[in-house]
């Protein structure tokens, strides 16, 4: 059977990553010039490229093919540094994938400097609407009936209602800025992602921040300390903080097309 390779990172050559105990992978090296790449061997008539745009489309197909590649992932960032490379990075020998070791080695070797004793951390803020425009709701909105009758009074609530949501947007955004820099205020660097889909990721509520953080291993606790103390602060308003990590460093790699 005709194969390809499918490379989910690369590293500096002298690691002695093991990736295999936790997956079960069948997980190989491919050393050129002082770096490695982690491939495995994949049949053609599944990830060739006709095959593989037809099952690009098939959702549990592409499903399982990324929790495989997020778990050798995973597995090596235990142990040591990477550049994880994107999904579906296939070659189609280990020559050509050496040759992509040396042509692409000077930013390679950046991002692995830049890496090292570094972990990207995931974090969201997601609020309960309801709640927050309760916690706004704008003053006067609950006076007595207004001289008018109850013509009067309806448009006085529909204008109090308006201005609660429009002051609940305002505090979102002030809550989502104070989150995000008191975040980034423990990392090195940051980035930020549009809100996830609802119907897609699941989530409860409204997500008011999704943002990556480069964060010294060393400070890995001071991240997840001022992630509490956000969450306490701003739970009257319905807000939770959601950290997650350590991930592939994805959000912070060069931006060479191999590698994003």
């Not at 423990?186 to 609802?198: E, H, I, K």
């Not at 606790?221 to 009257?236: G, I, K, V």
Request: proline residues 6%; aromatic residues 4%; charged residues 30%.
């Amino acid at each position: 059977m005709a194969e390809l390779l499918w490379a989910y990172c690369v590293l500096r050559g002298d690691s002695g990553a093991d990736v295999t105990a936790d997956t079960g992978a069948s997980v190989e090296r491919i050393e050129e010039g002082g770096l490695a790449a982690l491939v495995s061997h994949v049949p053609e008539s599944e990830f060739a490229a006709e095959p593989l745009r037809r099952n690009l489309n098939d959702l549990e197909w592409l499903e399982r093919v990324a929790r495989s590649h997020e778990a050798v992932l995973d597995g090596v960032l235990r142990s040591t540094t990477i550049v994880p490379l994107r999904l579906c990075t296939l070659f189609e020998n280990e020559d050509s994938v050496r040759r992509m070791l040396e042509r692409e080695r000077p930013a390679l070797e950046r991002a692995l400097a830049e890496l090292e004793g570094r972990q990207e951390w995931g974090a969201k803020l997601l609020v309960d609407p309801a709640a927050l425009r309760e916690r706004v709701k704008a003053p006067g909105a609950e006076d007595d009936e207004p001289a008018g009758g109850a013509g009067a009074a309806y448009l006085k609530q529909r204008r109090a209602e308006r201005e609660a949501r429009e002051e609940a947007r305002a505090v979102a955004r002030e809550l989502a800025q104070d989150v995000h820099e008191s975040l980034a205020a423990a990392a090195v660097d940051a980035v930020t992602r549009p809100p996830q889909n609802r119907d897609l990721s699941g989530h409860q509520g409204e997500m008011l921040l999704n943002a990556a953080y480069l964060v010294e291993s060393a400070r890995v606790d001071e991240l997840r300390e001022a992630a509490a103390e956000l969450e306490a602060r701003y739970a009257p308003l319905g807000a939770r903080v959601e950290l997650t990590g350590p991930w592939p460093p994805y959000n912070f790699v060069p931006s060479e097309p191999l590698l994003v």
